[in-house]
């Protein structure tokens, strides 16, 4: 076989996944949850949004052709403190007057053991960084249920930088959790 | 100077409690109502975060104060009509109510606000009530008129030592004061 045509095939056996990809799934907002957790103060908060979409490609034997596509409106925040989730949205956290969505597009999936990870980009304050989550899947019926979990550094993306930076007050780590009820497309 | 106290003055723990606790009330006191001139919401915080610490720091020496009391004797009074004996000790008494009450009342309005409460960024402590928008309001003014109530009674409280001290010019004030001899100042037993 020349170097050539074992080219040629290997692109073949590549491509022809593709061809069956991985299911199309619609969120269903009923059930589903975006949250995230950090410290103020040394206490844990949890907050959520309320206002997000996910596209979600799966298969858990298809993971080249599996895709997540995740848009939040950041201004939909809430987090059970009314002091917190008026500066939230404000120019020195999210920003959503310059930067209203936050947006998360996987570029690809591995296992890690037992684990799926899901790597990909997170858009956040007008900053790209890789982030990655941990994904569950678990297929019921004609759709599935989806739980995805990771962690992001705030600084990365400057949500809350300057005198807000400093991290023995506002935790530097954010744990990013969701749920997402699914059905297929 | 002894650490416990004698018939005739405070001891120096007794002294320190009652100085450290005088200072840091007061001075928390007035910090608490200057705190809307933070220039920025996260100096703001950073101020809340001490005075809160301070104010635990007042708890912490008060319920100390009253154990180490327990333990302590106290020294005999001066001869005093005994409306003044009666109005001295009611001054003491709703004073030591509101050096436990003042502190009592922030960590309410605290849980009541539903935010962390933090021991000088060592430790947190919990909450005392579940979260409550709505009182919010209320116990702030609760935690506020707490300290002019406790201004009031401090003011009868030094007008009562200045009393002793320059009209009676006896040894009420200066056995409460560190480094100062006391009026007539013979030894007595189990002093030195």
Do not use: C
């Not at chain 2, 004698?6 to 007794?14: E, I, K, L, P």
């Amino acid at each position: 076989m020349t170097s050539l045509k074992f080219a040629a095939t290997l692109l073949l056996a590549l491509a022809i996944p593709g061809v069956a990809g991985a299911t199309d799934y619609a969120m269903q907002p009923a059930g589903s949850k975006l949250g995230f957790a950090s410290t103020f103060q040394g206490q844990s908060f949890n907050g959520s949004f309320g206002k997000w979409t996910a596209a979600i490609s799966y298969d858990a034997s298809k993971l080249a052709t599996s895709k997540f596509d995740v848009e939040v409106d950041l201004a939909s925040v809430k987090t059970g403190d009314s002091d917190r989730d008026g500066a939230l949205p404000g120019a020195d956290f999210f920003n959503v007057a310059k930067f209203p969505k936050a947006h998360f597009v996987t570029t690809g999936f591995r296992q890690n053991g037992a684990q799926v990870i899901a790597d990909g980009n997170l858009t956040l304050r007008g900053v790209t960084k890789p982030v990655s989550l941990d994904v569950t899947f678990k297929p019921q019926g004609t759709g599935a249920t989806l739980d995805v979990s990771g962690s992001v550094k705030r600084l990365d993306f400057g949500v809350g930088g300057g005198e807000y930076a400093d991290t023995s007050v506002i935790g530097a780590d954010v744990k990013v959790n969701a749920h997402l009820v699914l059905t297929a497309k | 100077m002894s650490l416990r106290s004698t018939d005739r003055r405070w001891g120096s723990v007794a002294k320190f409690f009652h100085w450290t606790t005088a200072l840091l009330i007061i001075g928390n006191g007035i910090f608490g109502l200057l705190m809307d001139l933070a220039d920025t919401p996260m100096q703001k915080i950073g101020w809340l975060a001490l005075h809160k610490s301070i104010g635990l720091t007042v708890l912490a020496l008060f319920l100390l104060r009253l154990l180490w009391r327990m333990g302590d004797r106290r020294p005999a009074e001066d001869p005093a009509p005994r409306w003044q004996q009666l109005a001295a000790h009611t001054v003491h008494g709703v004073l030591y109510l509101l050096i436990l009450a003042l502190p009592l009342s922030g960590w309410w309005f605290n849980s009541i606000a539903g935010k962390p409460l933090q021991f000088f960024k060592m430790f947190n402590l919990p909450a005392l009530v579940a979260a409550n928008h709505d009182q919010r309001h209320v116990a702030h003014g609760v935690h506020e008129y707490l300290f002019w109530f406790l201004v009031l009674v401090l003011v009868l409280h030094v007008a009562g030592a200045l009393k002793h001290h320059l009209v009676d010019r006896d040894n009420t004030l200066l056995r409460m004061l560190p480094f100062r001899r006391l009026r007539n100042d013979t030894p007595t037993q189990g002093e030195r």
